[in-house]
């Protein structure tokens, strides 16, 4: 069990919400170039994709937030290109020519995904080597039982919420909120931090106005938990790279840990629902998974070819003049991995309706010395809270028509909005681990109330023994010194409360 945070005023204040927008956005800007942000790009990325494909091919010039122009990688094979080749198409950021000239504001909305941290996601050579592999061995510390043993008990959590009511909305009461219970286990935090870090995780990959206040307030954050680590490790990511002999500082660390509590929530969330989404709504999908034609795990590959949890990814940057896709591209460029338009690539798939069940040469976690570090865990999470979910519901099904399905938009991502179901009202029975967790949630208060009322025993002895004017007294504490009542500070409601208390509503 995680230590909470020793006091309220230290915790760091999670930011407002996004404000409306005042002003609107043309899709096209200076040279006629399309924009990637605004509404008509966010209503239909992959129309837009197929826009830019016809008129440029494989790599087409954009705008970013600030009409920043990069290049768009649209093509499977120039994806692939720019992942596997690091001495043309480094990850490090600092070769950004808008950086080098002063153009990107301090308050722009790229910098939490652009701006250099000393991490393996930015780095090159023997210093992405050294990083990499401390991120991987602890990773790889995590055991797929334990996982399940995580996925379970939330899942399980999670359903009960809803289980006697016979509905749900499976995005804002299942899959925004299970990968994020996970990784704050995985990574030793303080469960009281879990909702708000749901809603700075994905203020932050949407690139709003208050994206940097969000990323502000995840590392506050994790800064916090890796200072309670320093006091008492644990079997969690935190420790293990604390502990790691890469040597890393507190700042890698961290710039770490928010990597990866970032991108395995925002892919894991949307693995989830856009992979409920089909099994609700595809008849074939859902009897090839009854019929026991196909593993959960290779459908979720299906799902990983047709709407890849990240839309693309910023980015490369070129290291010197060069050629891609027909393109000239300048040294100090900003490439984006288009690894949605990559997948949908008609030089590899010609024909969309065909099932790829099984096939892992999607581009969905990268490919090359940055490919995805935690895709088996993000995979895993997925499979297992899908498949734990229509084990407690069996005969879930979708409440409204499938075309009243919509999604929302963001530059890197493409989000369901809302998966409204339907299934029998149950009452569902507690998971064991959630039960043994109450159980010694409850034995940490009886042992605080003990500790507080011991001290409140002695501090009034002492004073009792003080207004006699005695030595003898005040060396002592009689048996029979009158005390007063304990006053127990008021316990901080677990986020887990906090969360059941508005499905409750």
Known sequence: MTTPFPDDEAAPVPPPGCPAHGHAVEPTGPGGLRRLYGPEAEADPAGLYEKLRAEHGDVAPVLLHGDQRAWLILGHAANITAMRTPSLFSRDSRLWSAFRNDEVPPDSPLLPVVAWQPICVFADGEE????????????????????????????????????????????TQFAEHLPMLVMTKLLGMPDEYGPQLVDAARDLMKGTETAIASNEYVVASLRRTIAIKHESPGDDLTSRLLAHPAGLTDDEVMEHLRVV?????????????????????????????????????????????????MSLVAGRWATTDTELGGQQILAGDLLLLGLAAGNVDPTVRPDLATPLYGNRSHLSFGAGPHECPGQDIGRHVAEAGIDILLTLLPDLRLAVPEEELTWSSAWISRHLTALPVEFTAQEIEPDPESVAEAERAAEEARELAERALAATQRAAAQAAASAAGTEAASASTPADTATTTATVPAQRRSWWDALTGLFRR
């Open 128 to 171: 992405h080597r050294r990083l990499r592999n401390a991120l991987l061995d602890g990773l790889n510390g995590f055991d797929r039982r334990g996982i399940r043993r995580h996925v379970r008990r939330f899942t399980t959590d999670l359903v009960q919420v809803v289980g006697p009511t016979g509905r749900a909305e499976l995005i």
């Open 261 to 309: 509590l970032l991108a395995a929530n925002e892919t894991t969330v949307n693995l989830i629902a856009d992979s409920l989404k089909m099994v609700l709504t595809d008849p074939r999908f859902r009897a090839h998974l009854s019929g026991g034609q196909m593993t959960l795990g290779e459908a979720l590959d299906q799902v990983l070819w047709d709407s890849p949890p």
